[in-house]
C-alpha cells in the first residue's frame, strides 16, 4: 500500500510569490490534515478536509488556503508569501471519519522563502 | 482554544537511562495519540489512548493516559540510540471539530 505522497519535496520562493502544494492520501483514506512544522512552534493544524468539505481551520492567515478533490488529493495554497512562511509543510491522511485513528503523514514539502 | 504542554523541550540521556515525556492538556480529550519523528523524517505514529487511567506498553515504552484524561506521558526504559528522534503528544478534544493539537515536543538525543 502506498504511503502518504507529498509533492513537491523541497521548492524555493522569493517573498510576494505564491506556491501550490499536493498531497495524495493513503488509498481509502479521506480526511486529510495539513500541518506546518518550524523549530519554534512545532506541528501547528493549518486545516483538515473530508469528502471535498474542510470541516476546520487553524489560526493561519487567509493566505493559507486549502482543498479537496473528489479523489481525495488535497491541495494548498499560500499567496502573498512572506520569509515567516518558510517550513516544512506536512500532509497527513486518515481513515476515520471522525477525526479519532491515527494519521499517516507524508515526508512533507519543505519551503523556503527567500 | 484547546492548548496541549509538552516537556521537557529536550533530554539528553546516556544509553540505558530512562527517560519520560509529559504532556498536559487545557481541556478534556477524548483520545491522545503519541508519534516519534526522527531527525529530518516525518511523525509517525505510535500509539493511541482512549480510557481513563489506561496504560499501554510497547517493548521498552509505557504509555499512560491519567484518570481525567488531561494528562499522559511517555516512559522508555533502558534507553537505545535508536529512540533518539522527537516524540509528540497529540489530542483530540471532547468537542473534537476533526482537529488533532499537537504539543511541541521532546527531542531525545541518546549518548551510547
Known amino acids: 500500500k502506498a504511503g502518504v505522497t507529498q509533492t513537491p519535496r523541497y521548492l524555493i520562493k522569493t517573498r510576494g510569490q505564491q506556491v501550490t502544494l499536493s498531497c495524495s492520501p493513503i488509498?481509502?483514506?479521506?480526511?486529510v490534515s495539513w500541518y506546518q512544522q518550524t523549530p519554534g512552534q512545532g506541528l501547528q493544524f493549518l486545516f483538515e478536509?473530508?469528502?471535498?468539505?474542510?470541516?476546520n481551520k487553524g489560526n493561519f492567515p487567509g493566505r493559507f488556503s486549502g482543498r479537496q478533490f473528489s479523489n481525495s488529493r488535497s491541495e494548498m495554497n499560500v499567496s502573498t508569501l512572506e520569509l515567516g512562511d518558510s517550513a516544512l509543510y506536512l500532509c497527513?491522511?486518515?481513515?476515520?471519519?471522525?477525526?479519532?485513528?491515527?494519521?499517516?503523514f507524508g515526508e512533507g514539502s519543505r519551503l523556503t522563502v527567500l | 482554544g484547546q492548548q496541549v504542554m509538552q516537556i521537557p523541550q529536550y533530554q539528553h540521556v546516556q544509553e540505558g537511562e530512562d527517560f519520560t515525556t509529559y504532556c498536559n492538556s487545557s481541556?478534556?480529550?477524548?483520545?491522545i495519540q503519541w508519534y516519534k519523528q526522527r531527525p529530518g523524517g516525518h511523525p509517525v505514529f505510535l500509539i493511541q489512548l482512549v480510557k481513563s487511567g489506561e496504560v499501554k506498553k510497547q517493548k521498552r515504552l509505557t504509555f499512560q493516559f491519567g484518570e481525567a484524561k488531561k494528562n499522559s506521558s511517555l516512559h522508555i526504559t533502558a534507553t537505545q540510540t535508536t529512540d533518539v528522534g522527537t516524540y509528540f503528544c497529540?489530542?483530540?478534544?471532547?468537542?473534537?471539530?476533526?482537529?488533532?493539537?499537537f504539543g511541541k515536543g521532546t527531542l531525545l538525543t541518546v549518548n551510547p
Open positions: 497527513a491522511s486518515s481513515f476515520y471519519r471522525d477525526g479519532t485513528g491515527e494519521l499517516f
Open positions: 497529540a489530542g483530540i478534544s471532547g468537542g473534537s471539530n476533526y482537529k488533532l493539537t
Open positions: 481541556t478534556t480529550l477524548s483520545n
Open positions: 478536509y473530508f469528502s471535498e468539505t474542510q470541516r
Open positions: 488509498s481509502g483514506h479521506r480526511s
